[in-house]
């Protein structure tokens, strides 16, 4: 059996030593190395700079079956990886002090990250409180009640704790005496069912889920009737009116599309344009501020002997130009809502974005999550989509991409028809260009979140 290396000779490294066989102890003070030489004189000790590879050669790294990390410092425990993967090791296991480390170590090869602070967590979680649910991503923002306040001073429900704070990349225990700043985000753990009460004690939210004041539609030809029908159910869901934009002299176009309206029992606010339609359209849909809480839909229909076809140009204008979320109609019922999550800022929307719509149309949510991250921000995200399902009863379909985010997304997309896409149109993981050939070329309607603002949590 080949050596497994220990590197660090704290408490956890020494009780390694004692519960493990054929393990080798690497420790960079010599005045420990010679107390542990002392005590334990059956152990194998190597006395050294446990980041240089001829101390780990001299402990046999090359054949070593597992190198755990577990120094009080990242930077050392991470040039260690470095080396160990250099050597093929294939269990490389890293204890992590600093949460800014994990993405580094992760591509140093190390297999297995351990976070005290997260495993007390969950110690706390299956021991002490089994039937617990953590919520990990609620922020204290500008509207948050508590913002200012000690942690001791905060009301909370008696089935809830705060169990960590993460300010910026760090993570810290709630002292009692520590003041909430804007941004922090707090590790919340609460005694079976999760009330609302507390995102509203915490985040000060009061408005809907995603706050929607009006729909704005383009309607330019009859085709259109097909995309305002899907439009005039999401007016339904959202309790809101439907303004319609067309060109002054359609009144026919416009008694159809009234009639629509009317129908679902959506208020209808009717816009002429005497100009050029599109030009005007983009106009008014500039003055929208993303506070506005107004959400523009148009219809993209396919091109053909009997149908139109937005320009993409204009589409892309429209959606890289204005600071409202856009809704690619293509008249569908929706099946399932499907978004590729990312921790981005304006990921963290889409994703919002998308919980909202599978509550608000009761479709099952389809996430996509990229495969080993690596990220802090984006377990967190991923963690806020399976809470806000299991809170609000959303059916939730979780997809790990292990390959070309862009090209499993567009086998996705592409797949159903019946489906509505909610897309960050500034992704790092999916290219443009492929972008837009799903909102051309796909049977599903497409939801682009671009410069939107945040959105707050409230059923």
Not at 282 to 294: N, Q, W
Request: hydrophobic share 40%; proline share 3%; glycine share 6%.
């Amino acid at each position: 059996m080949n050596n497994i290396i220990i590197l660090g000779a704290g408490t956890v490294g020494m009780e390694l030593m004692d519960r493990l066989d054929n393990t080798i102890l690497v420790e960079a003070d010599p005045a420990k190395c010679t107390i542990i030489r002392r005590e334990h004189p059956d152990w194998q000790v190597i006395g050294g700079d446990g980041k240089q590879p001829e101390v780990l050669m001299k402990a046999g790294i090359e054949t070593a079956e597992a190198l755990i990390l577990v120094t009080s410092k990242d930077y050392v425990n991470w040039k260690a990886a470095l080396v160990a993967s250099e050597f093929g090791v294939k269990k490389i296991v890293a204890k992590i002090h600093d949460e800014s480390y994990r993405q580094k170590l992760k591509e140093a090869g190390v297999t297995h990250l351990i976070s005290p602070v997260n495993e007390t967590i969950n110690a706390i979680h299956e021991e002490v409180f089994p039937t617990m649910e953590t919520i990990t991503d609620i922020v204290i923002t500008k509207e948050s009640p508590v913002l200012g306040t000690r942690i001791k001073d905060i009301n909370l429900p008696p089935n809830c704790i705060i169990a960590a704070v993460r300010k910026g990349q760090n993570l810290q225990k709630p002292n009692p005496s520590l003041v909430l700043k804007e941004g922090d985000i707090l590790s919340m753990v609460s005694m079976g069912e999760i009330d609302v009460e507390i995102f509203e004690t915490l985040a000060g939210s009061s408005s809907q889920y995603i706050p929607r004041t009006k729909v704005v539609y383009l309607l330019q030809s009859a085709d259109d009737i097909k995309g305002l029908k899907e439009v005039a159910f999401l007016c339904t869901r959202f309790k809101v009116a439907c303004q319609l934009v067309y060109r002054h002299e359609d009144n026919d176009l416009l008694n159809k599309a009234r009639t629509i309206l009317e129908k679902a029992r959506v208020q209808g606010e009717y816009k002429p344009i005497i100009g050029n339609l599109l030009e005007e359209f983009m106009a008014l849909v500039k003055t929208f501020g993303k506070d506005d809480g107004v959400l523009v839909a148009v219809h993209q229909a396919k091109q053909g002997m009997f149908g139109h076809s937005l320009p993409m140009k204009f589409v892309k204008r429209l959606i890289a130009d204005t600071d409202v979320s856009i809704l690619i109609a293509m008249g569908r019922k929706y099946e399932r809502v499907i978004h590729l999550l990312d921790s981005s800022m304006i990921g963290e929307r889409c994703t919002r974005c998308a919980v909202s719509l599978a509550l608000d149309t009761g479709a099952k949510l389809y996430a996509m999550c990229i495969h080993d991250s690596g990220s802090v921000e984006y377990d967190i995200v991923r963690g806020h989509t399976r809470r806000m399902a299991r809170i609000y009863g959303i059916e939730v379909v979780e997809d790990i991409v292990r390959g070309d985010p862009t090209i499993e997304f567009v086998q996705k997309v592409r797949a159903k028809s019946n489906q509505l896409v909610v897309i960050n149109w500034n992704s790092p993981f999916i290219r443009r260009d492929i972008l837009l050939r799903i909102i051309n070329d796909a049977e599903a309607s497409v939801m682009v979140v671009g410069k939107s603002r945040n959105l707050t949590i409230n059923p």
